[in-house]
T-cell receptor
């Protein structure tokens, strides 16, 4: 069964605005990852944050991790139409570092 | 080198027929995953191969589904006696350990339609 839950399920914003997506999980993790999926096909890895990290940046992406609340957020700044995609979080549970547990994703639409 | 390659890209079959889906992982990646994704849904884990270890088949939905990985590289997912509910995108991913975690590289998937 899926562990991660993304929130919101769908998000629609205007180009240039920031987009924030949240992910909650249930058990202790080794790391949490965010992926992007365009047009329902292959996923692309965006960023990995380890359980002992609290924040990580990659270009216009900012990921935070709060292990006490078992949650993570993905912030996309200055969004572009090309950011339109589905975004998934996936966790690697502590003690089981070989299998990712996936959320159901957030569908982001960036309107030009 | 090339990324993860899946074939065919699209497959339309009739109910009851068998289908075989292929995945070529990135060279040197020891772990390989198969996932299934129905329209608008998340990823459903099917099976995981890691080196020479016994595969984790815990996600296979029925005994009509099987997979093998030959020589630690190419993998095939076989669905026997396909049913309409098998229609989905089947995604393959291979992994490279990334600093305490696991980063997956995905293929573009096979869209399976069972009529």
């Amino acid at each position: 069964s899926q562990q991660g839950e993304e929130d919101p399920q769908a998000l629609s914003i205007q180009e240039g605005e920031n987009a924030t997506m949240n992910c909650s999980y249930k058990t202790s993790i080794n790391n949490l990852q965010w992926y992007r999926q365009n047009s329902g096909r292959g996923l692309v890895h965006l960023i990995l944050i380890r359980s002992n990290e609290r924040e990580k940046h990659s270009g216009r992406l900012r990921v935070t991790l709060d292990t006490s609340k078992k949650s993570s957020s993905l912030l996309i700044t200055a969004s572009r139409a090309a950011d339109t995609a589905s975004y998934f979080c996936a966790t690697v549970n502590a003690g089981n570092n070989r299998k990712l547990i996936w959320g159901l994703g957030t569908s982001l639409a960036v309107n030009p | 080198g090339a990324g993860v390659s899946q074939s065919p890209s699209n497959k339309v079959t009739e109910k009851g027929k068998d289908v075989e889906l292929r995945c070529d992982p990135i060279s040197g990646h020891t772990a390989l995953y198969w996932y299934r994704q129905s329209l608008g849904q998340g990823l459903e884990f099917l099976i995981y191969f890691q080196g020479n270890s016994a595969p984790d088949k815990s996600g296979l939905p029925s005994d009509r589904f099987s997979a093998e990985r030959t020589g630690g590289s190419v993998s095939t997912l076989t669905i026997q006696r396909t049913q309409q509910e098998d229609s989905a995108v089947y995604l393959c991913a291979s992994s490279l350990m990334s600093g305490g975690g696991e980063k997956l590289f995905f293929g573009s998937g096979t869209q399976l339609s069972v009529l």
